[in-house]
C-alpha cells in the first residue's frame, strides 16, 4: 500500500469519526419542544401546535415517529416533511423524514387526530375520552426522536371543568367560561413526555422550600388526599436528606381511569382500586416518591441493566421494613421468591445486568429481589454512611444521564476506595446463589480456662466460589454474644474463635444479610412455595364443583405443570411437587393434623386455634401451608372458604399473598396473616 493509499484510507476514517462524533452530540443534546396542546374529550382528538429546538450541530435530514392517527404538517418556512414509514399493526405509529433549511435550527410543526387505544385488561398506550386523558411516551402524541431526551415549553388548554398535568413547574393557570389552559415548563432533559387531563378534584399543600405536594381525585375524597398529603413531605425529606435535594418542583398523587401503578417524573399514576389500597401509604407510595430520583433524574441505561428497580426496593420498601423492626423478615422473604421462582426452576435465571424490566415472578426476583440484595451487602460491608456517601456521589455526578452499574461501581469505588470489581462482577454477570454450609464445629478448653473454637464455612454450589462477608454470631454460656464476620472466598476455609467463657451455639447468617441459597429447614412454608413450584397436584372432592373451579384459577397462575385429582375415599399423593388440597373435608383436615402436630395448632369441627388465636371455622376462609414431613421438598397448602368469600375471585386474590403460610380471612379481609416458625437450621447449632 503507497503512503497515498495508507492517507486516503486515514482520511476516510478520520472522517467517518467526525460524522459519528456529530452523531453523538445530537443525540446528547435535548430537544426543546415549545408546544401549545388542546384536548377535545368528546371528539378523543388532539391538536398541537410544536416549535421544535434543536443544536447548533444537528444534522439537517432528521426522522421521528408520531402516532398513527395523527396528521402532522410543516408551518414553518423553508422546511420540508416526507412520510418514511406508514404505520403498521405492529407499529402504532408512522415514521416521518424531516429536512431542516439553513437558516437556523428550528422547525415548526402542527398535528392532530385522534388518540384512542382502548383499555384491555387494564392496558392501554395511551388515549383521550371524556373519562380523561392519559399520555405516555409509548403513545408517541408528540414527534419523537429516536434515543434524544426532551425539554419543553408545553401550554395545554382542556375544559373548564378539566384539569392538566405534565411533569416540570407548572408556571401559570388561565380559566375562561368554556375552558382552562396550564403552561408547564422544564428544563432539564426528560426522556418522555407525559400529560394527564381529568375532571379531578385538585388538592394541594405547599412546604417551606416552596415544593408542592398535589393530589389529583376522580371524585372529592378529602380524606384520601389527607392521607397522601401528610405522609409525602416526610418521604420527600428523609430522600432529599439521603441522596439530594428533590429535583422537581412538586410531588401529584393522580387518580387514573383504569387499573395503573405507574411512577413518572413528579407525579405518580395509580388506578382507582390501587390508590384506596391500605398498605399502599407505607409500601407502594415511598417507592414511586424514590423513583423521582432513581429512574426519572438519573436515568437507566437500560441496554445495560435496570439497576433502578433494585435500589428503589432497598431504600423504599426494605426502609419501611427496617422502620417497622421486620427487615430481616423481609430479606427473608425475597430469598423466599428467589428460591420459589428461580433456583426452583433454574432456566428462569439469567444475570443481574440482563434485566431490563418485570414481566413475571421469577424476573421481579431476579431483577427486584437479588438487586436489592446487592445493595443490602454493599451497605452492610461498608456502613450506612459510605453508602450514602456513594449513592450521593453516584447521583451528583449522573443527574438526568442514562447512566448502568457502571457508574454505579465507580462511585463506590471512589467514596471506599477499594477495587470492587470482584464484587460486581460475581453478582451482576453471573446467575444462581452460594450455598453456605457449616459442616464441622470444634470447641477446645485450654489449661487457663479459656476457650479456642474451630469452625469450617464451605460453600457447596456447583459453580466457582464467591467473596463473601457471612456474619457469624456466638452465643456464650455467660449470656455473652460475639459478633464475626468471617471473608469466605474458598470452597472450604477453616476459622476461629477464643473466648474466656464457653460457646454454647453458633448461628450463621441468622439475618440473612447475604444473598444465598436457603436451606429447606430455615425458611417457612408460604404460598409462593406453591405458585412457584414445578409441578403442582390439585386435589379436591368431585362433589364440590366449586373446588375444581377454585383448582382452575390457581393453575392459571402457576408456572408449572398441573395435574388435577379428584378425592372421594382416600388421599393418594404425588411423589414430588406441590400439594393442594381444595375444599372442607375431613380427610384433609385429618391429614393437616398429622402434618402439623409440632406446630400450636388445633382444629376441631368448628374451630381453628392458631398460636393463641381461635377462629370460628363457618365465619372463616383460610390457608395453611406446611411441609410434607415424610419429605420436606413438598410444600402442601390446605384451602377452604366460608359462604361469604366467591372461591373464584378469592383465589384470584389469594396470588398476592405469596409470602403468607398461614393465612385467615374473615370475609373479603385477611384478619390473620403469618407463616408457621422455622424449629430448626442447618446454619445453627448447639454446642
Same mark, same amino acid.
Request: hydrophobic share 40%; charged share 20%; proline share 5%.
Given at each position: 500500500?503507497?503512503?497515498?493509499?495508507?492517507?486516503?484510507?486515514?482520511?476516510?476514517?478520520?472522517?467517518?469519526?467526525?460524522?459519528?462524533?456529530?452523531?453523538?452530540?445530537?443525540?446528547?443534546?435535548?430537544?426543546?419542544?415549545?408546544?401549545?396542546?388542546?384536548?377535545?374529550?368528546?371528539?378523543? #382528538?388532539?391538536?398541537?401546535?410544536?416549535?421544535?429546538?434543536?443544536?447548533?450541530?444537528?444534522?439537517?435530514?432528521?426522522?421521528?415517529?408520531?402516532?398513527?392517527?395523527?396528521? $402532522?404538517?410543516?408551518?414553518?418556512?423553508?422546511?420540508?416533511?416526507?412520510?418514511?414509514?406508514?404505520?403498521?399493526?405492529? &407499529?402504532?405509529?408512522?415514521?416521518?423524514?424531516?429536512?431542516?433549511?439553513?437558516?437556523?435550527? /428550528?422547525?415548526?410543526?402542527?398535528?392532530?387526530?385522534?388518540?384512542?387505544?382502548?383499555?384491555?385488561?387494564?392496558?392501554?398506550?395511551?388515549?383521550?375520552?371524556?373519562?380523561?386523558?392519559?399520555?405516555?411516551?409509548?403513545?408517541?402524541?408528540?414527534?419523537?426522536?429516536?434515543?434524544?431526551?426532551?425539554?419543553?415549553?408545553?401550554?395545554? *388548554?382542556?375544559?373548564?371543568?378539566?384539569?392538566?398535568?405534565?411533569?416540570?413547574?407548572?408556571?401559570?393557570?388561565?380559566?375562561?367560561?368554556?375552558?382552562?389552559?396550564?403552561?408547564?415548563? &422544564?428544563?432539564?432533559?426528560? !426522556?418522555?413526555?407525559?400529560?394527564?387531563?381529568?375532571?379531578?378534584?385538585?388538592?394541594?399543600?405547599?412546604?417551606?422550600?416552596?415544593?408542592?405536594?398535589?393530589?389529583?381525585?376522580?371524585?372529592?375524597?378529602?380524606?384520601?388526599?389527607?392521607?397522601?398529603?401528610?405522609?409525602?413531605?416526610?418521604?420527600? &425529606?428523609?430522600?432529599?436528606?439521603?441522596?439530594?435535594?428533590?429535583?422537581?418542583?412538586?410531588? @401529584?398523587?393522580?387518580?387514573?381511569?383504569?387499573?395503573?401503578?405507574?411512577?413518572?417524573?413528579?407525579?405518580?399514576?395509580?388506578?382507582?382500586?390501587?390508590?384506596?389500597?391500605?398498605?399502599?401509604?407505607?409500601?407502594?407510595?415511598?417507592?414511586?416518591?424514590?423513583?423521582?430520583?432513581?429512574?426519572?433524574?438519573?436515568?437507566?441505561?437500560?441496554?445495560?441493566?435496570?439497576?433502578?428497580?433494585?435500589?428503589?426496593?432497598?431504600?423504599?420498601?426494605?426502609?419501611?421494613?427496617?422502620?417497622?423492626?421486620?427487615?430481616?423478615?423481609?430479606? %427473608?422473604?425475597?430469598?423466599?421468591?428467589?428460591?420459589?421462582?428461580?433456583?426452583?426452576?433454574?432456566?428462569?435465571?439469567?444475570?443481574?445486568?440482563?434485566?431490563?424490566?418485570?414481566?413475571?415472578?421469577?424476573?421481579?426476583?431476579?431483577?427486584?429481589?437479588? @438487586?436489592?440484595?446487592?445493595?443490602? #451487602?454493599?451497605?452492610?460491608?461498608?456502613?450506612?454512611?459510605?453508602?450514602?456517601?456513594?449513592?450521593?456521589?453516584?447521583?451528583?455526578?449522573?443527574?438526568?444521564?442514562?447512566?448502568?452499574?457502571?457508574?454505579?461501581?465507580?462511585?463506590?469505588?471512589?467514596?471506599?476506595?477499594?477495587?470492587?470489581?470482584?464484587?460486581?462482577?460475581?453478582?451482576?454477570?453471573?446467575?444462581?446463589?452460594?450455598?453456605? !454450609?457449616?459442616?464441622?464445629?470444634?470447641?477446645?478448653?485450654?489449661?487457663?480456662?479459656?476457650?479456642?473454637?474451630?469452625?469450617?464455612?464451605?460453600?457447596?454450589?456447583?459453580?466457582?466460589?464467591?467473596?463473601?462477608?457471612?456474619?457469624?454470631?456466638?452465643?456464650?454460656?455467660?449470656?455473652?454474644?460475639?459478633?464475626?464476620?468471617?471473608? +469466605?472466598?474458598?470452597?472450604?476455609?477453616?476459622? =476461629?474463635?477464643?473466648?474466656?467463657?464457653?460457646?454454647?451455639? $453458633?448461628?450463621?447468617?441468622?439475618?440473612?444479610?447475604?444473598?444465598?441459597?436457603?436451606?429447606?429447614?430455615?425458611?417457612?412454608?408460604?404460598?409462593?412455595?406453591?405458585?412457584? =413450584?414445578?409441578?403442582?397436584?390439585?386435589?379436591?372432592?368431585?362433589?364440590?364443583?366449586?373446588?375444581? /373451579?377454585?383448582?382452575?384459577?390457581?393453575?392459571?397462575?402457576?408456572?408449572?405443570?398441573?395435574?388435577?385429582?379428584?378425592?372421594?375415599? @382416600? +388421599?393418594?399423593?404425588?411423589?414430588?411437587?406441590?400439594?393442594?388440597?381444595?375444599?372442607? *373435608?375431613?380427610?384433609?383436615?385429618?391429614?393437616?393434623?398429622?402434618?402439623?402436630?409440632?406446630?400450636?395448632? &388445633?382444629?376441631?369441627?368448628?374451630? +381453628?386455634?392458631?398460636?393463641?388465636?381461635?377462629?370460628?371455622?363457618?365465619?372463616?376462609?383460610?390457608? %395453611?401451608?406446611?411441609?410434607?414431613?415424610?419429605?420436606?421438598?413438598?410444600?402442601?397448602?390446605?384451602?377452604?372458604?366460608?359462604?361469604?368469600?366467591?372461591?373464584?375471585?378469592?383465589?384470584?386474590?389469594?396470588?398476592?399473598?405469596?409470602?403468607?403460610?398461614? %393465612?385467615?380471612? /374473615?370475609?373479603?379481609?385477611?384478619?390473620?396473616?403469618?407463616?408457621?416458625?422455622?424449629?430448626?437450621?442447618?446454619?445453627?447449632?448447639?454446642?
Amino acid at each position: 500500500m503507497s503512503k497515498a493509499q495508507a492517507l486516503h484510507k486515514l482520511m476516510i476514517v478520520i472522517g467517518l469519526l467526525l460524522i459519528l462524533l456529530v452523531t453523538l452530540q445530537s443525540h446528547a443534546a435535548p430537544v426543546h419542544h415549545k408546544m401549545q396542546v388542546e384536548i377535545i374529550p368528546g371528539l378523543k #382528538m388532539l391538536k398541537a401546535q410544536d416549535t421544535l429546538t434543536f443544536a447548533k450541530d444537528t444534522p439537517r435530514k432528521l426522522s421521528f415517529v408520531l402516532h398513527k392517527d395523527l396528521q $402532522v404538517s410543516v408551518t414553518s418556512s423553508d422546511d420540508s416533511l416526507i412520510l418514511l414509514h406508514p404505520a403498521t399493526k405492529e &407499529e402504532p405509529y408512522a415514521e416521518y423524514g424531516l429536512q431542516l433549511s439553513n437558516q437556523d435550527n /428550528k422547525v415548526s410543526l402542527y398535528y392532530q387526530g385522534v388518540i384512542y387505544d382502548p383499555v384491555v385488561n387494564d392496558n392501554s398506550d395511551g388515549l383521550i375520552a371524556p373519562e380523561g386523558a392519559t399520555l405516555f411516551g409509548s403513545t408517541y402524541w408528540y414527534p419523537s426522536f429516536l434515543d434524544t431526551q426532551k425539554s419543553f415549553d408545553i401550554s395545554v *388548554k382542556t375544559p373548564v371543568a378539566w384539569r392538566s398535568l405534565v411533569q416540570g413547574q407548572i408556571t401559570s393557570m388561565e380559566v375562561d367560561a368554556s375552558s382552562r389552559t396550564s403552561r408547564f415548563v &422544564e428544563i432539564y432533559p426528560q !426522556e418522555e413526555i407525559y400529560l394527564v387531563a381529568g375532571p379531578f378534584s385538585f388538592y394541594e399543600k405547599e412546604l417551606k422550600d416552596g415544593k408542592k405536594v398535589q393530589v389529583l381525585l376522580r371524585k372529592d375524597d378529602s380524606s384520601l388526599a389527607q392521607n397522601f398529603i401528610s405522609l409525602i413531605p416526610g418521604f420527600l &425529606e428523609h430522600y432529599s436528606s439521603a441522596i439530594s435535594p428533590y429535583p422537581y418542583s412538586s410531588f @401529584t398523587v393522580v387518580e387514573n381511569f383504569w387499573e395503573t401503578g405507574y411512577g413518572m417524573p413528579s407525579f405518580t399514576l395509580l388506578g382507582p382500586t390501587v390508590i384506596r389500597l391500605p398498605f399502599l401509604l407505607n409500601s407502594s407510595l415511598p417507592h414511586e416518591v424514590l423513583h423521582n430520583w432513581w429512574g426519572n433524574s438519573v436515568y437507566v441505561d437500560y441496554d445495560k441493566g435496570n439497576w433502578c428497580e433494585g435500589l428503589t426496593t432497598y431504600m423504599a420498601d426494605h426502609w419501611q421494613q427496617e422502620l417497622a423492626g421486620n427487615d430481616r423478615g423481609y430479606r %427473608l422473604n425475597t430469598l423466599i421468591n428467589y428460591a420459589d421462582f428461580v433456583a426452583a426452576n433454574p432456566k428462569n435465571d439469567f444475570p443481574v445486568r440482563q434485566f431490563r424490566g418485570r414481566h413475571n415472578s421469577s424476573s421481579q426476583a431476579v431483577g427486584y429481589g437479588k @438487586t436489592m440484595m446487592i445493595f443490602h #451487602m454493599l451497605e452492610f460491608r461498608f456502613g450506612k454512611d459510605l453508602f450514602k456517601k456513594a449513592l450521593q456521589d453516584f447521583y451528583s455526578e449522573n443527574l438526568f444521564q442514562r447512566v448502568s452499574f457502571f457508574e454505579i461501581q465507580k462511585s463506590f469505588e471512589k467514596v471506599t476506595n477499594q477495587n470492587l470489581n470482584t464484587f460486581f462482577t460475581q453478582w451482576l454477570d453471573r446467575e444462581g446463589a452460594p450455598q453456605i !454450609e457449616l459442616p464441622d464445629v470444634k470447641v477446645m478448653r485450654w489449661l487457663d480456662g479459656s476457650y479456642s473454637t474451630t469452625y469450617v464455612l464451605a460453600q457447596t454450589q456447583n459453580a466457582p466460589s464467591y467473596e463473601l462477608n457471612i456474619p457469624v454470631i456466638w452465643t456464650l454460656e455467660n449470656g455473652q454474644e460475639v459478633r464475626q464476620l468471617a471473608r +469466605l472466598f474458598d470452597k472450604s476455609q477453616v476459622f =476461629s474463635l477464643v473466648s474466656h467463657s464457653r460457646p454454647v451455639k $453458633v448461628a450463621v447468617d441468622p439475618d440473612y444479610h447475604v444473598f444465598r441459597k436457603l436451606f429447606i429447614e430455615e425458611r417457612p412454608a408460604t404460598l409462593s412455595s406453591i405458585l412457584g =413450584s414445578p409441578e403442582v397436584h390439585f386435589y379436591f372432592d368431585p362433589a364440590q364443583p366449586q373446588a375444581e /373451579k377454585f383448582a382452575r384459577v390457581w393453575a392459571a397462575a402457576t408456572d408449572g405443570q398441573d395435574s388435577f385429582n379428584k378425592v372421594t375415599e @382416600t +388421599l393418594s399423593l404425588a411423589p414430588q411437587g406441590a400439594l393442594v388440597l381444595i375444599g372442607d *373435608k375431613d380427610l384433609f383436615a385429618q391429614f393437616v393434623k398429622t402434618q402439623l402436630s409440632e406446630q400450636k395448632f &388445633e382444629l376441631t369441627d368448628t374451630t +381453628l386455634r392458631i398460636d393463641t388465636q381461635e377462629f370460628n371455622l363457618q365465619e372463616t376462609s383460610t390457608v %395453611l401451608v406446611m411441609r410434607l414431613k415424610s419429605n420436606p421438598q413438598q410444600p402442601v397448602v390446605w384451602v377452604r372458604w366460608s359462604k361469604e368469600n366467591n372461591p373464584e375471585e378469592w383465589a384470584s386474590r389469594l396470588t398476592h399473598y405469596g409470602t403468607f403460610g398461614v %393465612l385467615v380471612f /374473615k370475609g373479603r379481609p385477611a384478619v390473620f396473616k403469618s407463616t408457621w416458625p422455622v424449629l430448626q437450621s442447618p446454619l445453627q447449632r448447639n454446642l
